[in-house]
T-cell receptor, first 113, second 109 residues
């Protein structure tokens, strides 16, 4: 039973570029949430996807957008990258039928130069 | 805002017991998570409390008081591998999950 997977593991971009991060949820899960974690901080909620729609959004600008596919996998897109976007991007999956657990993927480490 | 407060750092000795506290704003509260995160790794799920009281899972226990907006994670028989950050996170009825900044726990031999 595969857990949550994310790709790529690491990524280096320059300011102004665009990036796409990918996440496949744990088998049986239908909800995907994205978080940004800066060094030494807790994860910050970006948004959550369920039934291919954005259900809820944290305090992130429109440069951050996402998508969920029919197979429940998800993408996070960030446009016009800033140095401050350098962080670990975590994907977490859960099920609407059992909201008491949320499992994280290994994360994508994004460095913006 | 929905602030989650927990101590920044704690130190304890191998074999001892440590309690990590977390306070949160109660409005719209749904449930409270505790996660363990080793440096450079993703958070690992430890517990989820919805009802008041203590839930025990081996060496780890989590307590919740919804009226006080208070939770704690209790770690017993500490081992060196327990050195990590411990994240308190609250899920609210608007489907947002808000994390605290984490408590860095150092275990001394």
């Amino acid at each position: 039973d595969a857990g949550v997977t994310q790709s790529p593991t690491h990524l280096i971009k320059t300011r102004g570029q665009q990036v796409t991060l990918r996440c496949s949820p744990k088998s049986g899960h239908d909800t995907v949430s994205w978080y940004q974690q800066a060094l030494g901080q807790g994860p910050q909620f970006i948004f959550q996807y369920y039934e291919e729609e954005e259900r809820q959004r944290g305090n992130f600008p429109d440069r951050f957008s996402g998508h969920q596919f029919p197979n429940y996998s998800s993408e996070l897109n960030v446009n016009a990258l800033l140095l401050g976007d350098s962080a670990l991007y975590l994907c977490a999956s859960s099920s609407q039928l059992a909201t008491d657990t949320q499992y994280f993927g290994p994360g994508t480490r994004l460095t913006v130069l | 805002g929905q602030n989650i407060d927990q101590p920044t750092e704690m130190t304890a000795t191998e074999g001892a017991i440590v309690q990590i506290n977390c306070t949160y704003q109660t409005s719209g509260f749904n449930g409270l998570f505790w996660y363990q995160q080793h440096a450079g790794e993703a958070p690992t799920f430890l517990s989820y409390n919805v009802l008041d009281g203590l839930e025990e899972k081996g060496r780890f226990s989590s307590f919740l008081s919804r009226s006080k907006g208070y939770s704690y994670l209790l770690l017993k028989e500490l081992q060196m591998k327990d050195s990590a950050s411990y994240l308190c996170a609250v899920s609210y009825r608007d489907d947002k999950i808000i994390f605290g900044k984490g408590t860095r726990l150092h275990i001394l031999p």
